[in-house]
């Protein structure tokens, strides 16, 4: 298991190597001096030259790729000129409204999205199965900005239960908590659907209904444990997509959360925040996905053991 | 001896999926090919005498706004046909030059494999531990909005699938006795590739372009939402939805018909291209 440990932990840091890397190259293939693309057109020749010295532009590349390295190492993306702060406490500041939304978006999706995908893998190929299929279907293909504009006009213009905007309370969080969990959550009913019906006809299972034990303890217990193993892995994957949609709906819902503030940099054309945020969100990908592969190695020996 | 019943009922309903998918693409297309030469629309134009009216509004010139009008009194119907070409356009594009890069790489790494294939295939690990949209949404923020640019950004972003596609495909076809055969009759690693290797992939790529178009036309309505896509000048489904979202008060219209288009589209393709690859191959299932 240490090994094992061990290389997953290796393979992190190099992913995070590369994103920082893909940052650096990105900034550096953009045509146009990145002092001017970062100040835009009306700075002044003063401001160009300060940026282009503070970004070590007057440097040869290795050297440049050393220094950024070296700032990202100590978490250092310089002054926001724009806030008047450091850009990375900055980003900082709004994670835990970002980590509060994706969360409880994740728990909404598993506490739905799990049982749907059982229930349409029981009951496989009936109308009840073909119902939640064309669910899922609408969840992944809905856009999830449009979602949450038909959300706000129906429960906070029309109905007036919810606020359209803003944090502060539990009521705040319900309209972009359903907007978030949707694609997620109609990705989880398929996995499981599948997950399921794939260890349904496996000997194991066969040999729980045989020894007499009921359907539900046959689904619940023998073949749903098996099942989750790859769900869990393909969870980490798509966390991705999860935390990426928070950018969309933080701005729907003027939720402050690293989202929003990215958006309204790019506005502002603030790329020191611009690459905090973004390596910030990555960085939290990249170490929920360690845990997704150390959880996988715990639930299934043959991974952990594959490589040793 | 005729096939089981399950399986029967499976194909029939495959194949009723595809005939569904279809129609309803071709609908759009033809929308999106000759729907702005019937119904015009000018980007510029304003008229303030209709702003703003709701669907089923008879204009003051007479015409008739089955959609309603916009903030500066253009006709939603008129605009989202134009919207129809850009975002099918756009998905095209984005898939012709993601499936171009893609495949190049993937079977430069699947058939030379090697160091080039290790080098390559981390690349797109790392860029699939990486969320997709942030690195389209640094790219866009960069490079400014406009078409070509999302293109661009969408393409970098989605190459990783079709590499993946088709490094597996050279991979299972390198060693194929074909291509031993051609290659002891003296064929050059160019025409080995793009002779006996290439074709292997021709069918598994359009069966992932099919699956991936629906989501990169999401990307780009989503891109433009976020102001980071086509310019505010070009309207597509994702400018106009974002328009709208200042006047949901008056005019509920603007931004939630668009989006019924675009997520009837979406379904369409998404149907279609699990259709599709059910039929035709399985195995692509985990991608």
């Known amino acids: ?43 002044d020749q003063a401001q160009v030259a300060a940026l282009r010295a503070q970004l070590g532009l007057d440097q040869s590349l290795i050297q440049q790729y050393a220094t950024y390295l070296a700032n990202v190492v100590h978490l250092d993306f310089g002054e ?15 994670v835990p409204a970002t980590i509060q939304l994706a969360t409880t978006a994740l728990l909404l999706s598993l506490l739905i999205g799990l049982p749907l995908g059982v229930i349409a893998a029981l ?32 429960f906070a213009r029309g109905l007036k239960m919810l606020p359209s905007a803003g944090s502060g309370t539990w009521a705040h969080l319900v309209l972009p908590t359903i907007t978030l969990a949707l694609p997620f959550l109609a990705i989880l009913v398929r996995l499981t659907r599948s997950g399921l019906l794939e260890v349904v006809h496996e000997g194991y299972v066969q040999t729980a209904r045989a020894k007499g034990l009921g359907e539900g303890i046959v689904v619940l217990v023998h073949a749903l444990r098996n099942a989750l193993i790859p769900i869990v892995t393909v969870v980490g994957l798509q966390f991705g997509a999860l935390l ?8 729907v819902f003027a939720w402050p959360g690293v989202g929003r503030l990215l958006i309204d940099s790019i506005g502002r ?35 952990r053991l594959a490589g040793d | 001896m005729p096939a089981p019943v399950a399986v029967r009922r499976r194909t029939r309903a495959g194949s009723a999926r595809i005939r569904f998918g279809f129609a309803v693409i071709a609908v759009y297309v033809v929308a999106a090919a000759i729907g702005p030469w019937l119904f015009r629309y000018d ?14 509004t008879r204009l003051s010139d007479g015409s008739f706004a089955i959609f309603g009008t916009d903030q500066v009194g253009q006709d939603l119907f008129a605009q989202m046909l134009q919207g129809a070409r850009i975002s099918i356009a756009v998905g095209l594009a984005t898939l012709v030059l993601a499936g171009t890069i893609g495949v190049t790489i993937g079977l430069a790494a699947g058939y030379f494999g090697g160091w080039l294939d290790g080098v390559l295939m981390r690349l797109a690990d790392i860029q699939l531990a990486f969320p ?3 690195l389209a949404i640094f790219i866009a923020a960069l490079l400014g909005p406009s078409v070509v640019n999302v293109v661009i950004v969408l393409a970098v972003a989605n190459w990783v699938t079709f590499a993946r596609v088709a490094r597996g495909q050279a991979l299972a076809t390198r060693r194929r006795e074909f291509v031993d055969a051609s290659r002891t009759l003296g064929a050059g690693t160019w025409r080995l590739v793009t002779r006996c290797v290439l074709p292997a992939c021709v069918a598994p790529v359009l069966v992932v372009a099919t699956v991936e178009i629906g989501h990169v036309i999401l990307a780009e309505a989503s891109l433009s939402f976020l102001g980071l896509g086509t310019p505010a000048s070009t309207p597509s489904w994702g400018v106009t939805i974002a328009n ?18 675009l997520a009837f589209l979406v379904i369409s393709l998404g149907v279609l291209g699990d259709a599709l690859r059910d039929r035709y191959d399985p195995r692509l299932r985990s991608l």
């Open chain 1, 269 to 303: 054309r603030d790329y020191g925040v611009v690459q905090a945020s973004i390596l910030l969100v990555a960085t939290i990908f990249v170490v929920i996905n360690l845990l997704v592969d150390l959880l996988y190695g715990f639930l299934d020996p043959r991974v």
């Open chain 1, 244 to 251: 990426g949609g928070t950018v969309i709906v933080e701005t």
């Open chain 1, 1 to 43: 298991m240490a090994a094992y440990v061990v290389r997953r932990l290796f393979f992190s840091l190099f992913v995070l190597w590369g994103a920082v890397t893909i940052i650096f190259v990105v900034l550096r293939l953009v045509p146009g001096d990145p002092a001017y693309i970062m100040l835009g057109p009306d700075a």
């Open chain 2, 43 to 56: 980007p510029v134009g304003t008229r303030t005498a209709d702003r703003l009216k709701p669907p089923f």
């Open chain 1, 123 to 154: 009951r496989a190929h009936s109308w009840v199965d073909r119902s939640i299929s064309v669910f899922s279907l609408m969840g992944q293909s809905t856009p999830s900005f449009w979602l949450g504009i038909v959300l706000i006009l129906v």
């Open chain 1, 80 to 94: 926001s000129f724009r806030l008047n702060a450091d850009s990375m406490s900055l980003v900082l500041q709004r």
């Open chain 2, 244 to 261: 709208g979202r200042n006047y949901l008060a008056d005019a509920w219209w603007i931004s939630t018909i668009p989006g019924i288009a």
């Open chain 2, 132 to 134: 997709s949209i942030l």
